[in-house]
Structure formats: C-alpha cells, structure tokens
C-alpha cells in the first residue's frame, strides 16, 4: 500500500509562486512514476507534470517553463514549484503515483489564483 499527502496549496495573486510537496509512505521505493495532476471545477482531471518511470520528466504545454517537478528520493518526496501562476492554474492539485498494479492518489490541495 502507498499513502500520498499532498501540502502547500494556498491562495496567490496572479504572477505568484507555490510549491507544492507530496510525501509517499508505504510500499513506494523510487520517486519515478509520481506526478502531478489538477482539476479545474466542471473539468475533466489533467496531467501537470510528472517524473516518468525511467526518471525523465514530463509537462503540460500549459505549464512549460513555470512550473517544475522534482524530487528527493530519500525523502520520498516530490515537489512541483509554480511560478507565474495564473488564474486558469486555479484546481485542486492530486499527487499520483503509479504502481505496477495500481494507481495511488493523495487527498488533493487546493491552488486558488486570484487577479
């Protein structure tokens, strides 16, 4: 069993920085294959970034260039800094892990942009 808690959602001004933290517990042995994942209110959950099971990582065209995923693999802990945030950033922000059988997702944090 993996056990994701996500931190550090908030409200921000337009032009604003947050970094959000996912820390893994359980049977979780390399940070590869977790990501991040947002939804709007009325829209359908969507990949932000993600660190990809050979380590490389991947991005939203919406996100490229402000926001960056990275990780601590002792901690067990991947992180995503926003920069440059935008009221369309506004969601709740999963962390996700995927696992050889099952998929794993956190509670959710919320991001609010304001103008």
């Known amino acids: 069993q993996v056990h994701l808690v996500e931190s550090g959602g908030g409200l921000v001004q337009a032009g604003g920085s947050l970094r959000l933290s996912c820390a893994a517990s359980g049977r979780i042995f390399s940070i590869n294959a977790m990501g991040w994942y947002r939804q709007a209110p009325g829209k359908q959950r969507e990949l932000v970034a993600r660190?990809?099971?050979?380590?490389?990582?991947d991005y939203a065209d919406s996100v490229k260039g402000r926001f960056t995923i990275s990780g601590d693999n002792a901690k067990k802990t991947v992180y995503l800094q926003m920069n440059s945030l935008k009221p369309e950033d506004t969601a709740v922000y999963y962390c996700?892990?995927?696992?050889?059988?099952?998929?794993?997702w956190g509670q959710g944090t919320l991001v609010t942009v304001s103008e």
């Open positions: 996700n892990k995927e696992g050889p059988l099952f998929e794993y």
């Open positions: 660190i990809t099971p050979g380590g490389t990582t």
